[in-house]
């Protein structure tokens, strides 16, 4: 049985598929396999399908024409859960899925920049997939005044979580991306060990415009994922 706080197949589905738009794998005006086809190959049932392409439908991604099929629209803002997730497979997209490795409420340490109101903080440690092939590993520490995290209630997208949980939304990030090395917690499922040079990524982001109120750190598999950001 499913988790309670695992997103439903079709919005899964969904996403999936809006991220291989994004990515350019799935073009403007182009049709997409009969629906029978199309779930045998994404593993889903017809009916679950169907709810994730009525739910593109309704976004504007897709146009279904009656006894043609079903045709891809791009459109500006998907409103995708994950469009600040900006690691992609080499081969454009992939659905993101974690594996939560720790939450623990901590005094912040004080080698982070400064963020929030508290001194105090959520520290969320994941393993990070694409398509179930781990490709990073992530730190995010929450401002404590934020709201109270436990591992039960954190799904997939972090920030689909904050919304649906603590009642707010992450508006803007900035990401900084360089080089780093493996942390020595990273887990035995991560393609690199601890201390491995890798793509490192720091975030600070805002749910309102006078202060941040999340930091992370992620450390990525350069040959599994690339940084990915499109300019339109």
Known sequence: MNPPN???KYIELSERLIRDIGAGRLLDGERLPPERDLARQLG???GTLRKAL???TERGLLERRQGSGNYIRHAENTGSIYSMFRLELHAGG???TAEILSVDTLDKPGDLPTFGTSHRGTRIRRLRFLDRTPIAVEEIWLDADMGELTRETISDSLYHTYQSRLGFWIARAEDRVGIGTVPAWAPPGFSLPPG?????ITRLSWSEPEHP???SQTWFDTARALYVQRLK
């Open 94 to 96: 992939g659905l993101p």
């Open 44 to 46: 889903a049932s017809v």
């Open 196 to 200: 491995t040079t890798c793509g490192y």
């Open 213 to 215: 109120v999340e930091f």
């Open 6 to 8: 695992t997103l439903p």
């Open 54 to 56: 009525a739910e593109l």
